[in-house]
């Protein structure tokens, strides 16, 4: 016995002094790697950004996941010899940042924000934001994630905010950025915009009620929100529909619930006759798509909802209440007025915001959008099929860059998900009604020429000059500022001059990315508006392959939530198990685009394997006699073990350029335990005895080349207790004393 080793591996000790010593390295940034001569200058490049943590949430399972499926592929690449890049950052998710900020005032102070002021109010949300995104930083580092944090961004700060304000004034200049007024998602309890793809649909039981406007407006209506109905501004039908044909193009007046109305009957082709009475009452300041009929047909918006989703018109019980309220109050009319035909209780999907629960008012609203279909030339473009100086719009190039095949989706079933959404896209609210964020770079002042009064816009970079300028109040969606996030963080806009990237800068490096790796719940919220802002500002894709991961889910297949009790925080199963463990537990058994399922008993499971990493690698190294200088004997089971050795190295190889992350460590898991603790390591043990020094080197030789080369393989999955190892291998096999993640894969 020549070589001591500790008789456990003290995850709990170990694995912080080794993350440190990784860090101390330097060689989480690629620059440091080619200073050092450990890859070449001319190396081919892996360039990753992670997907920003929300400033609110500590790290859960979800981030865990996405955090090991990362970490296994920039390590595995970085190992390769390739420039490799991984870009941390944080998002200031404005609205369910303000939120929680205002609750805690609220909580403790008693007070709105209001009270405190708009400029004293951001300072505590900053406070916030800068005290969470350090908890953040050190839990994404307990998971052992590789980031160069010497490049660490955050979604508000300067540079992302000059990134901005150019996108911005770029878009405004090509007309792709307008101001409007629209019918908008309105969250009633957050008292902002939100976007479609934030909107939650729940499925209710709901009552849909038939009934008349009057007695003398001969056409039924079927809806489940009756007191709406005081907005009607006309009755929609298909023109081919027998029973109504006669009354298109007529207008009927009624007072309907204390409400004056007056309804033109237009034909339209949208409307299906077979479905409810086969007509529909146009309410087009509380309905996108009755908005939309009412553009066509030329018809006025009457809103009788306001922004705290109370009635503004009507009957006692009706003006002044929540719609709710109302709602039952309009139904007693129609039954008093006997104009009530009918009710029966339905399903429905009832739209809610994401953030705050409330149920969404759509609302009639002057708004920032995006104009997804406008077309503007685009002045260069690297992006198959479409050529510098075309005409073309966003929904082309975003459908163009997957359509080509330049940016993959793995698993490729979520392409079609993509399409849909694109053409289903409608213009894109970017206002938000909130304090924290990205400032709207648009000012407002008034100016006065005689009797005549207009008002002057200024859309621009930097703040306008001169006196009486007000910049617009309202923030830009927290999805415009993370859209830009694969080239704001490589240096967007400063090193992109004359329509090209600096040369030797990270834009024109690392950009393209080379993989974006994230959960699929979010393809349209951020992937889909990544692929829009970065064909449109760099005319090129953001990344070449898009990776979507699924959710964590428990043994029983329910998804991990403090609701139903079955919540399991990574940072306590780390010090319980170790982070080696917890990440094995999350990558084993799952497929791209599919869930993971979790356990405490999964993970220790996999504690069980760190365990076994380190018993056989203690076996080796404890049997390994350097003064053994006797010329190997190799016997044809030696060979064998070797010539498998080799199998596995490419097998897992190749699972890994493939992205099959779950298949290369379950042969790894397999290889080490059953084939090489099992099996060689049981067979070797007489021959490690041997009077004969041939057969004894060739028994510790074969142990010793298959530990340290299955070692480096499990390395991206395994860090920590790998790097360890790695530490304790005699000289000839850690030759250099390299760190074990820059060693040659």
Not at 432 to 461: D, F, M, S
């Amino acid at each position: 016995m020549t070589h001591k080793m500790d008789s456990r591996f003290d995850h709990k000790k170990l694995e912080p002094e080794i993350y440190k010593n990784w860090e101390i390295s330097g060689f989480f940034n690629p620059d440091n790697l080619i200073k050092k001569g450990v890859i070449k200058k001319n190396a081919k490049k892996f360039s990753m950004v992670l997907p920003p943590p929300n400033v609110t949430v500590i790290l859960h399972m979800g981030s865990a996941f996405m955090l090991v499926i990362e970490d296994i592929m920039v390590r595995f690449n970085r190992m390769r010899g390739k420039k490799t890049l991984w870009v941390p950052g944080t998002d200031h998710a404005a609205i369910a940042t303000e939120s929680k900020v205002v609750k805690l005032i609220q909580k403790k102070e008693r007070k709105s924000k209001h009270d405190i002021g708009r400029e004293a109010f951001l300072k505590r949300v900053n406070d916030f934001a800068i005290e969470s995104r350090a908890t953040i930083i050190s839990q994404t580092k307990a998971m052992g994630s590789s980031l160069d944090w010497s490049r660490e961004a955050f979604t508000l700060d300067d540079k992302r905010n000059l990134a901005v304000r150019t996108a911005f004034k770029r878009m405004y200049d090509d007309g792709l950025i307008y101001r409007g007024d629209r019918v908008i998602n309105w969250d009633p309890k957050g008292q902002t915009t939100i976007s479609d793809d934030e909107v939650i649909y729940k499925e209710v039981k709901a009552k849909l009620y038939t009934f008349k406007y009057s007695k003398d407006i001969p056409i039924s209506i079927a809806t489940t929100r009756p007191e709406t109905k005081l907005g009607d501004t006309a009755i929609a039908v298909h023109p081919k529909d027998e029973r109504y044909k006669k009354y298109i193009g007529k207008t009927f007046d009624a007072e309907f619930a204390g409400e004056k109305i007056s309804l033109k009957v237009v034909g339209d082709r949208n409307v299906d006759p077979k479905f409810g009475t086969g007509a529909l009452g146009v309410t087009p300041a509380h309905s996108i798509i009755d908005w939309e009929i009412a553009k066509v047909n030329n018809l006025p918006i009457k809103q009788v909802i306001n922004e705290y989703a109370q009635m503004t018109v009507g009957i006692e019980g009706v003006k002044g209440e929540k719609t709710a309220i109302a709602r039952k109050a309009v139904v007693e009319w129609l039954k008093k007025n006997n104009l009530l035909e009918g009710e029966e209780e339905i399903d429905q999907n009832i739209s809610t915001a994401e953030r705050t629960g409330a149920i969404i008012e759509p609302l009639p609203k002057l708004q920032w959008f995006v104009d997804v279909n406008k077309e503007f030339i685009i002045p260069r473009s690297s992006i198959k099929g479409i050529r510098s100086g075309q005409r073309t719009t966003l929904k082309k190039l975003m459908r163009t860059a997957v359509k080509n095949g330049q940016i993959k989706f793995v698993p490729k079933r979520f392409e079609k998900s993509y399409f849909h959404w694109i053409d289903n896209l409608k213009p894109w609210c970017i206002s938000r009604q909130i304090w924290y964020g990205h400032r709207i770079p648009v000012w407002y002042r008034k100016n006065t020429k005689g009797k005549l009064q207009n008002e002057r816009i200024y859309v621009g970079v930097d703040k306008p000059r001169g006196s009486g300028w007000k910049q617009d109040p309202d923030v830009l969606d927290t999805w415009f500022s993370s859209a830009l996030w694969t080239f704001s963080t490589l240096g967007w806009p400063l090193d992109w001059v004359k329509g090209k990237a600096k040369k030797g800068s990270d834009l024109e490096t690392y950009h393209p990315t080379s993989i974006l790796e994230t959960g699929y719940d979010i393809l349209f919220f951020w992937v889909a508006r990544m692929i829009l802002m970065t064909t449109y500002n760099l005319g090129e894709i953001p990344f070449e392959t898009v990776y979507l991961h699924g959710l964590v889910r428990d043994e029983k297949n329910r998804k991990i939530s403090k609701s139903l009790g079955n919540n399991i925080d990574p940072l306590d199963m780390i010090a319980l198990y170790g982070a080696d463990a917890v990440r094995m537990s999350l990558i084993i058994g799952t497929a791209p685009g599919g869930d993971s399922k979790i356990s405490e008993d999964k993970i220790r499971g996999y504690r069980n394997f760190s365990t076994k990493i380190w018993n056989a690698s203690r076996f080796v190294l404890m049997n390994y006699d350097k003064t053994i200088t006797a010329r190997p004997v190799y016997t044809k089971y030696d060979k064998d073990a070797l010539k498998q050795l080799e199998r596995i190295k490419k097998t897992v190889t190749e699972d890994l350029e493939n992205l099959q992350l779950h298949r290369a460590g379950e042969k790894l898991y397999h290889y080490f335990w059953h084939t090489f603790a099992d099996k060689i390591i049981e067979k070797s043990k007489p021959r490690l005895n041997s009077k004969k020094l041939s057969e004894r080197a060739a028994a510790q030789k074969v142990l010793l080349t298959i530990l340290t080369e299955t070692i480096k393989m499990l390395h991206p999955f395994m860090p920590y207790v790998t790097e360890e190892v790695w530490s304790l291998l005699p000289n000839g096999h850690n030759a250099k004393k390299n760190l074990l993640m820059i060693e040659k894969w």
